[in-house]
């Protein structure tokens, strides 16, 4: 039985303190057999937030358990939970895009690996001057620590990433297609809210622009950038994740097999003109409001640890790739 979403930070946190006063009590009789369980509070509160990791866990201090009945825990939470007392970035991964890839249980996908579900047919989109492309930014504080020397800019104020966002209008606007970017707050007071509040900036976005055929929540992941960055006529360029929301049973997202279908045109063009700026499209269990719109993606630029030019050269790839699809008259 799949427990409601509300119920596993529960289920994490009540066995979480449990196994604290039992590995205290059992430190006291033999201190050998237990691993370091110092834990800084304001880490675990940051951990598997993008950028918000104030330091580097120290591989020594990961290491699998030993303990025996730490083992049990683990794996009675891990099965009914899919979170990992080990791994504190699992509870996270439940409202941060582009984590889900490190919890158990869950699934990078590309697109040779999930059959396409959706038909396409052919027809010529609107190009009148309307805005026909929107872009916006969930976690609009993230930023590129390299150019600015920031994670996130704190206080409401807007990050690198908003200028990624820029330098993808500007690019729709070199090839004839116009966008329109919001570069509302949606992550300041509170990061955790910041998917509701965004929510209200797309529902406007459409009420204010009834042309738009598209939508890209543009974001950065977090990641090492050996494992985030491709060379394009060399030079180095930050890679693009496309990532696509399944919904699920509480959260039903009826257009995710046709975002899916846009996803996998996007992720051909990009394969296709620049080899190694795509990481595939990764398939989640959560909404990230694509319910809003039968083409609405959320696009990971790069990670924190890219430059802000590096992630502008990447956008502006994709850019084209989606312009090209425009210009082709593809119905996603």
Request: proline share 5%; charged share 20%.
């Amino acid at each position: 039985m799949k427990l409601p979403n509300w119920l596993k930070p529960l289920l994490f946190v009540v066995p979480f303190f449990v196994f604290i006063i039992c590995a205290s009590h059992t430190a006291a009789m033999d201190k050998s057999l237990m691993p370091s369980i110092a834990i800084k509070w304001s880490n675990v509160l940051f951990l598997g937030i993008p950028g918000l990791e104030q330091t580097k866990q120290d591989p020594a201090k990961s290491e699998t358990f030993t303990f025996s009945r730490m083992k049990i825990l683990r794996n009675m939470i891990l099965s009914i939970t899919d979170i990992d007392i080990g791994n504190l970035k699992t509870l996270m991964s439940i409202e941060i895009a582009g984590l889900s890839s490190t919890s158990p249980g869950k699934k990078t996908v590309t697109v040779t690996s999930v059959p396409n579900k959706a038909n396409f047919t052919i027809r010529k989109m609107n190009l009148s001057g309307k805005p026909i492309v929107g872009i916006y930014h969930t976690h609009t504080s993230e930023s590129f620590v390299p150019s600015s020397g920031y994670s996130h800019r704190r206080g409401g104020n807007t990050g690198d990433i908003v200028t990624v966002g820029e330098a993808a209008v500007q690019r729709f606007a070199t090839n004839g297609i116009v966008a329109v970017q919001s570069k509302a707050i949606h992550d300041y007071p509170s990061f955790m809210k910041a998917y509701s509040a965004s929510e209200a900036t797309i529902k406007k976005m459409l009420q204010d622009h009834s042309a738009l055929e598209m939508i890209f929540d543009i974001h950065r992941d977090a990641d090492k950038r050996e494992n985030i960055t491709a060379m394009v006529d060399n030079q180095e360029t930050a890679k693009i994740l496309i990532v696509v929301a399944q919904g699920q049973p509480d959260l039903p997202q009826p257009h995710w097999e046709e975002n899916y279908a846009f996803a996998q045109l996007i992720d051909k063009k990009l394969q296709q003109h620049y080899p190694g700026v795509s990481r595939g499209i990764q398939l989640v269990d959560w909404r990230y409001n694509q319910h809003l719109h039968r083409r609405a993606l959320l696009i990971e630029v790069g990670s924190q640890e890219s430059t802000t030019e590096e992630a502008i050269r990447s956008i502006e790839m994709f850019a084209d790739v989606v312009s090209e699809i425009i210009a082709e008259g593809s119905e996603f």
